[in-house]
Every structure is written in structure tokens, then in C-alpha cells.
């Protein structure tokens, strides 16, 4: 070590010196473009000759004290790696020279007691424990005994209505008004999260299902997709030209450069949007429960499987056109169907409504995201509201911002953290669940999930916690008591989980198919019948799918100014009506219209489910010319 501080001084010494003669040269290159008398030259020419030397011989001792301070380290690491591998031997024979003396140690207390004979200590009196002369003992390394797992929730706030309603207003108006903007709980830095009330779990191990016969239950695996594909084509390998993508941006708006199909998946966000609903057969289990609280803790697992694919899905989609629509009914198969439209281009919104035989889904959605240097965040901004038809029961939620790591250098990955207040505003029961950031030093294992559902009084009922690329479970809290010793922090005494989600089984090659799953393999699946608007039909998607990038990226930018030049037109029809000083009807979506939701208290777009009245007759005189 005191050979590694003396090369980082002579480091820090050639820095200094580099930085002064680099200054001293900078000020003789000034003076020098300052002469206006010719016979001065030759004195300026000469100090800066003199500076330059100084700089180069500088520059020169810091290779060299580069190049000594590396070898210093390759060496010292050859030394710390035998070191370790020492270390390591030593420990095994620790290990081996422990276990023979246990077994010597037996043997001596096997043989003491042979001496005092076979009326000394009967065979009914041996203590339990105390190996026979016919036992062969069996050493095993030491478990500590923990009957219970232990871990930490976040509890809602005492105002959790209240404040989810303020913060899906900001978020609704956002998405569908002006100018899209960053909730201020998440646009801030990281350093300043919202503090949080919590309570420690002590739950008791095992479960309440048998795994094993559950788990296509659960998984969602044996359901009937009949007459779907199962595979797409595979994606082929072209090579990235970044030059080609840098010459084309050369004096170009940044929101109209083209970005190639290389960075995109064959799939429009609006697909990605319906792909939430791949687990939506928890919801039907959901509206079978016997309570509320337990029904909600189902809706907290739903949530969570949003994320899933998220964990090895890094493509991004296709950004859609105003005014495209996407459809997916599968009632016949997963007992639900589903609908989206892009009901703004500025700032991008998108619409979704969705239906299953208990219950009814909808939202709409505007991304926002900011670049942060070495990771992006993206924030879905917009309220999510679930009714169950049976109960009455109304929830609404937001969903957690989005990061992806290294965008500059290095493979790509995702992390969902943040939390999640799911309301029941029927029952006025609150889950409110975290999503904990990723971190190298923590002991928490990666993508850890928690949650708690409390009632109208604050009482926990049930925990809930998991990862949300694999699983969630959760259990009744059976007692609550008080920690003195921790600020009176509350401590939930649960009985034994029960899983309610597990990511289905991912098939070997996904990689081939850009990581798409079974119900994401059926979403672009051509079919009779959709509208003309509907994304299964735009051309520069299908191109892409089918392995013609070249023609996808044509396409893809023809449709791009074509959307452009629309929207043109319509900025110079209502510049018209104002000179003219009539009112110029903006953009209206097809099959949304824009009304005050009730809940959040803010504007939303609400489906008037006129669609599917149209495709049965299949009356598409309202649909644009946009592909």
C-alpha cells in the first residue's frame, strides 16, 4: 500500500505540473496572436518553443509514472489472487481438521461409555441425542434456526385517498391536456424519495397451496390458444452502421431524425400495452374471493406481473401514429378482449379499455422520460381504474417509473422501483406496495416486492411480497404487536404465504424471437376484420417482422412524414379559422371521448364501445387514411 500512495503522489505531481506548463503554453500562444511589431516574433516564437518543451517533457513523466503505477498493480494483483487462493486452502483444511476431531470427539464418548458397561446407561435412558455403537454418525454443516422469515413493509399514509387522488390528477391532466410533465415525487433526485412509515413482518414459513398442483393454475400454463401461432420469424443479424444514422442527423430537428428499425421490436406500444393482460386471469380469481382485503392483495399481485417481460425485454417499440388503433379479443380462449387507440401525438397518449366476464379495465397512458447521462428514466403517467362488476368494487392505481442502464455502454437492462398505492374507493381499503431500486450493496435480494393491505382503519390485513420477475405471495397478518425497542414501529404476525402469481416457464431461444413469450408471439398475428387503423396492419412493422429491415426503415420513414405533413395541415387550418375568427375543431379520437372522471377528479378519455358495434357490421367510414 505504501508502494501504491507514492505512485499516486508522483501521479498527482505530474497532473499539477501538466495543468501549470499547459497554462504557461496557452498564455504564450496568446501573446503570440497578439504581436503587431514583426521583430518581437522571434522572442515569442522562442518562449513559446521553450513552453512546449516543458509541456512534452511533463507529458512524458506522466506516461512513464502511468506505466509504472500499472505494472505496480498487475503485480500487486498476482500477489492478492495468491494470497486469496491461500486463504481459501487454509480454510478447507480448517474445515477438514474440524470435522475429524468431531469425529474423534464421538468416538471418545462412544468408547467411555462402552468402558462403564451395558448397565450403566440402558438403552431407555440414553439421552436423546446420544449416538448408539450401531449408529454411524452423519455430519452436517450448521443451519441457523430461524422458524420464521422476517423483512420489512412500507405502510400507506394516513391520507392515501386523499393523496392519490391529487397525484392522479396531475398525472391525468398531463396526459391528455398540454404539456406533459413529471409528478414531482418522481421527477426529483434519488436522494430525495418521499420518506416512508414502516413495519417489520415476521412470517411463518411454509404454504397454504401445494405448489406443485397449483402451479398451472397459477402460471397460467394449459390454457387453450387455439389456432394462434406459436413462433415468429427470427430476427435476423444486421449489423448497426452508427455512422450512416450520425450523417443522416447532420443539421436535422431532433424530433425529426429517423431512427432505424435496429432499436425496435415488430411490435407497436399499443400491443405492448394490451401484453399488461397476460396475467389477467388473476383478476378472475380476484372477483372469486370471499373479502375485499384478500381480493385487493390479488389485484397487488396483478400489478406486480405487468413488469415481467420488462426483465428481458429491452426493444423498443414502435412509437404509434395519431390515430391508430389496436384490438385483441380472446374471449374465446382467455375470457377477455381488449382495445387502445392513440388519442394524442403531442405530448404521445394512448387509450386503453379492456373487459373480462367479472370485471372492467381502463386507462390512459402518456410517457414521459428523462436522460440522465448513464441510464434513463421513463415515467408512465396516468391512472389505472379496475371495477369488478359483481361487487362494485372501484381501484385505481399509477404504475412505477422505469429505468434502463446503461444506454451509452454495456448490455442493456431494466429496473422497476418506486411505490404503488392501490385504493379501493368503494371500501376506502389502501394497498400500497414498493418496488426497491436495485443495489449492489444491498442484502435485499434483486427486483424484492412489498406490500401491505390495510383497511378503512388503517389495520394491516394482509402482506404481501416477492420479485417482479418471478412471483408474489402473500399472507394474513394474524397478530400485530408494538417494538419498543424500534420507535415503536409495528411488528405483523402472519400466518403462512400463499402464492397468488409466478412468471410462466420462458421456452429455450427467445432470443431469436426478440425475448417475445406465447400470448406476446399472437399479438401481431394478422387477422380478418380490424380496422383499417389497426397496428397489425402497418406496413414498416410487418416489414420488420417478416426480416426486410431495409424496406421497414423506408416505410417507416415515409409513414413518419406522412404523419408529419398532417399534422401541418391541421396547424394551418386553424391559423385559417382564427384570422377567419372561427372556432377550429382539434383532433378527436374515434372511439374515446374526453369526459370528467369521477374518481381522480380530472379529465380522461373514456371508451364508448362503439368499436365493436362497427366491426360486427364492419362500418370503418371513420377511420383516417393514416398507413
Not at 474440524?98 to 446407561?121: M, T
Not at 376484420?529 to 426486410?548: C, H, I, K, N, Y
Request: proline share 4%; hydrophobic share 30%; with cysteine.
Amino acid at each position: 500500500m505504501r508502494s501504491f500512495s507514492n505512485k499516486l503522489e508522483d501521479l498527482n505531481t505530474c497532473n499539477d505540473l501538466i495543468v501549470k506548463h499547459g497554462a504557461a503554453l496557452q498564455r504564450a500562444l496568446s501573446d503570440l496572436e497578439s504581436v503587431h511589431d514583426s521583430t518581437e516574433l522571434p522572442t515569442k516564437i522562442k518562449a513559446i518553443t521553450e513552453r512546449a518543451t516543458l509541456f512534452r517533457i511533463t507529458s512524458n513523466a506522466m506516461i512513464n509514472a502511468c506505466n509504472d503505477y500499472l505494472e505496480l498493480a498487475q503485480t500487486q494483483t498476482k500477489k492478492w489472487q495468491r494470497t486469496l487462493v491461500s486463504e481459501r486452502d487454509q480454510r478447507i483444511r480448517l474445515e477438514e481438521t474440524l470435522e475429524l476431531l468431531a469425529k474423534q470427539h464421538n468416538s471418545l464418548e462412544r468408547a467411555c461409555r462402552s468402558d462403564r458397561g451395558p448397565d450403566s446407561l440402558g438403552t431407555q435412558d440414553r439421552p436423546a441425542g446420544e449416538f448408539s455403537d450401531e449408529d454411524d454418525p452423519e455430519f452436517f454443516d450448521a443451519v441457523e434456526e430461524t422458524p420464521a422469515d422476517k423483512f420489512t413493509v412500507s405502510l400507506p399514509r394516513t391520507s392515501a385517498l386523499k393523496s392519490h387522488r391529487r397525484q392522479g390528477s396531475e398525472h391525468s391532466c398531463n396526459s391528455i391536456g398540454g404539456e406533459a410533465r413529471i409528478n414531482d415525487e418522481y421527477s426529483s433526485d434519488e436522494d430525495k424519495m418521499p420518506e416512508r412509515d414502516e413495519a417489520s413482518v415476521i412470517s411463518i414459513k411454509g404454504n397454504l397451496d401445494k405448489r406443485e398442483e397449483d402451479s398451472t393454475l397459477i402460471s397460467g400454463q394449459g390454457l387453450a390458444l387455439s389456432k394462434r401461432r406459436a413462433t415468429i420469424p427470427e430476427r435476423p443479424n444486421h449489423s448497426l452502421n452508427l455512422w450512416s444514422i450520425m450523417k443522416n442527423c447532420i443539421g436535422k430537428e431532433l424530433s425529426k431524425i429517423p431512427m432505424p428499425v435496429n432499436f425496435n421490436e415488430p411490435l407497436s406500444m399499443l400491443q405492448r400495452f394490451v401484453e399488461d393482460l397476460e396475467y389477467a386471469d388473476i383478476l378472475d380469481r380476484a372477483g372469486e374471493c370471499k373479502t375485499t382485503a384478500e381480493e385487493l392483495a390479488h389485484i397487488a399481485a396483478y400489478t406486480t406481473s405487468m413488469y415481467a417481460a420488462t426483465s428481458y425485454r429491452t426493444s423498443k417499440p414502435f412509437n404509434p401514429l395519431l390515430g391508430e388503433t389496436y384490438e385483441c379479443d380472446r374471449t374465446s380462449d382467455l375470457g377477455w378482449r381488449a382495445f387502445t387507440e392513440q388519442v394524442s401525438h403531442h405530448p404521445p397518449a394512448a387509450a386503453m379499455h379492456a373487459e373480462g366476464k367479472q370485471w372492467e379495465l381502463w386507462t390512459d397512458i402518456t410517457i414521459s422520460s428523462k436522460f440522465r447521462g448513464k441510464y434513463l428514466q421513463i415515467f408512465p403517467q396516468g391512472v389505472t381504474h379496475l371495477r369488478f362488476k359483481n361487487s362494485g368494487s372501484h381501484y385505481t392505481w399509477r404504475k412505477v417509473p422505469l429505468t434502463v442502464h446503461n444506454i451509452i455502454v454495456g448490455k442493456l437492462w431494466v429496473d422497476n422501483a418506486g411505490d404503488c398505492e392501490i385504493v379501493n374507493h368503494t371500501t376506502k381499503e389502501v394497498c400500497r406496495m414498493t418496488f426497491k431500486a436495485y443495489s449492489y450493496f444491498s442484502r435485499d435480494i434483486p427486483r424484492k416486492v412489498t406490500g401491505v393491505v390495510t383497511d378503512i382503519h388503517g389495520t394491516a390485513k394482509y402482506v404481501l411480497s416477492g420479485t417482479w420477475d418471478k412471483k408474489m405471495e402473500c399472507a394474513q397478518v394474524l397478530n400485530i404487536t408494538i417494538d419498543k425497542s424500534s420507535k415503536d414501529k409495528p411488528v405483523y404476525q402472519t400466518g403462512p404465504s400463499k402464492l397468488l402469481w409466478t412468471r410462466r416457464p420462458l421456452p429455450p431461444g427467445l432470443e431469436k424471437v426478440y425475448y417475445f413469450g406465447e400470448l406476446t408471439m399472437t399479438l401481431n398475428e394478422m387477422e380478418d376484420g380490424v380496422a383499417p387503423t389497426d397496428s397489425r396492419r402497418r406496413p414498416d412493422q410487418r416489414l420488420m417482422e417478416q426480416g426486410e429491415w431495409d424496406e421497414a426503415n423506408r416505410e417507416k420513414l415515409r409513414l413518419e412524414e406522412k404523419q408529419r405533413a398532417s399534422r401541418r395541415k391541421r396547424e394551418e387550418e386553424a391559423k385559417q379559422h382564427a384570422d377567419e375568427g372561427k372556432v377550429y375543431e382539434v383532433y378527436r379520437p374515434k372511439w374515446f371521448k374526453r369526459e370528467m372522471d369521477a374518481f381522480s377528479k380530472t379529465m380522461s378519455y373514456k371508451f364508448t364501445n362503439e368499436y365493436w358495434l362497427r366491426k360486427r357490421n364492419q362500418e370503418w367510414t371513420r377511420c383516417a387514411n393514416i398507413f
